[in-house]
């Protein structure tokens, strides 16, 4: 086999063979494969695409392209995964209610991408604690806490590290195919028996229209199944953030109030609905309602939290965050109230906008060598429809310096539309497949 065979061959809109998927993606985890024809393969199944077929094999290709984990617990072995956000840590939520519960989370996650926060940002926000494990200690962790929230080895589909490295300067993230690869040859890598996928749309999202939700959900779960992983997908409101925080340790907080019950919402409310599918995914319940009450159930009696202050102590975080997290946490220099400009409902968000905001003000990557503030960001973020008088608070700045916020106000004011009449109350979870 050779690369330049299989490029024309999806570039003639034929679907390789998984043999020859297979070939190349071990061609570019060894780098026998080239950028130049990795970039040739993206934008060639960008524009024709490889079917449903062919979209299976490219996944378990890229999947069995390094370390393919194999788990013996006395337990479910489930995940989650969001196709990104803004005000979502969900993951903070999820992974340790979901291990109270019996189930075994070995959760691999990301960083920041473009607008959106990345998980591991967020966890990196508690002082001292370790993202990056090796195989023996990601073990240890999840054995000892039910879950650990890590990065990706670079063991682990080391053929997807590639190709989205290609992909990202070579105008071929969008393709349906290679982002439904992308997400589930690191989920499959982890050995999972279930998986619950939250597909966002609106106006934080991605996906900015349901449609492009709705096709990537059904790919994904499609895909999935497939491949012998139980999976099903929600697709879940985005036009405003999902907690009323953004920015890594603001996020960190808002997790922390839902674990130790000091917070409902739609972060603890989203949280229980995926919860509830996942443990039925995972044959740990007999019903998806079932499942939901004992998510509840772990998160209102602080079983969750000690869950997450378990494997926070095992990630080399503080032996006493769930008690100290308040305390224990960053905070910014700079904390200042954006104002309505005008008495009315606040109708509204651009949550793209705000979430370019939080990384202008140093809580994200403009490139990838800048480095983090976790303190910074936005909190005490309004929901849409509520009724505010001219000068009433929108929500909180969290910056560095005064200059930062400034600038940051002039954008936020403009990603915030209120008006004189009270705006349609959105649903939560716009569908649900599988």
């Given amino acids: 086999m050779d690369a330049r065979t299989i490029i024309a061959r999806v570039r003639d809109r034929h679907t390789p063979a998984p043999d020859e998927l297979t070939w190349f993606a071990r061609g570019l985890a060894d780098g026998h494969v080239s950028d130049a024809q990795a970039g040739a393969f993206a934008m060639a199944v960008l524009l024709n695409g490889l079917g449903e077929e062919g979209r299976v094999a490219l996944t378990l290709a890229m999947r069995d392209s390094g370390t393919v984990l194999h788990w013996e617990c006395d337990g479910p072995v489930i995940d989650k995964h969001s196709t990104g956000g803004v005000g979502d840590c969900v993951s903070l939520v999820l992974a340790p209610a979901l291990a109270a519960c019996g189930a075994f989370v070995p959760m691999i996650s990301g960083r920041g991408l473009g607008h959106t926060g990345g998980t591991l940002d967020k966890m990196e926000a508690i002082p001292g604690i370790t993202v990056d494990l090796d195989e023996a200690r990601f073990r240890h962790v999840v054995s000892q806490a039910g879950c650990a929230i890590v990065s990706a080895s670079a063991h682990m589909a080391p053929a997807d590290r590639r190709l989205y490295a290609v992909r990202d300067v070579t105008a071929t993230v969008e393709s349906l195919d290679l982002i439904t690869a992308s997400i589930l040859s690191k989920k499959l890598a982890a050995g999972l028996q279930g998986l619950v996928l939250d597909v966002k749309t609106g106006s934080g999202a991605f996906m900015k229209h349901t449609q492009d939700a709705r096709a990537l959900a059904a790919a994904l779960v499609d895909v999935a199944n497939a491949a012998g992983c139980r999976t099903s997908a929600m697709i879940t409101d985005m036009n405003q953030p999902l907690a009323p925080a953004l920015g890594n340790a603001l996020e960190v907080s808002e997790a922390m109030r839902v674990l130790t019950g000091q917070a409902a919402g739609p972060l603890a409310d989203l949280s229980i609905e995926l919860g509830g599918q996942a443990l039925f995914l995972g044959e740990a319940v007999a019903t998806e309602e079932e499942g939901r009450a004992r998510i509840a159930s772990v998160l209102s009696d602080g079983r ?31 904390i200042r109230d954006l104002p309505a400009p005008r008495a009315g409902y606040v109708a509204a968000m651009d949550g793209e906008a705000m979430g370019l905001a939080v990384i202008g003000l140093g809580g994200g990557r403009q490139v990838e060598s800048d480095r983090v503030d976790p303190a910074v960001g936005l909190d005490k973020v309004v929901p849409l429809g509520t009724q505010v008088a001219g000068g009433e608070p929108l929500l909180r700045i969290h910056a560095a310096r005064p200059e930062q916020a400034d600038r940051v106000a002039e954008r936020l004011m403009a990603a915030i539309t209120i008006t004189d009449e009270k705006p349609e109350t959105r649903s939560l979870i716009h569908e649900r497949l599988g």
Avoid: H, K, Y
């Fill in 304 to 334: 969750a939290a000690e869950r997450f202050g378990r494997m926070v102590a095992a990630m080399d975080g503080p032996t006493r965050f769930v008690e100290d997290w308040a305390r224990l946490l960053p905070e910014a220099t700079v």
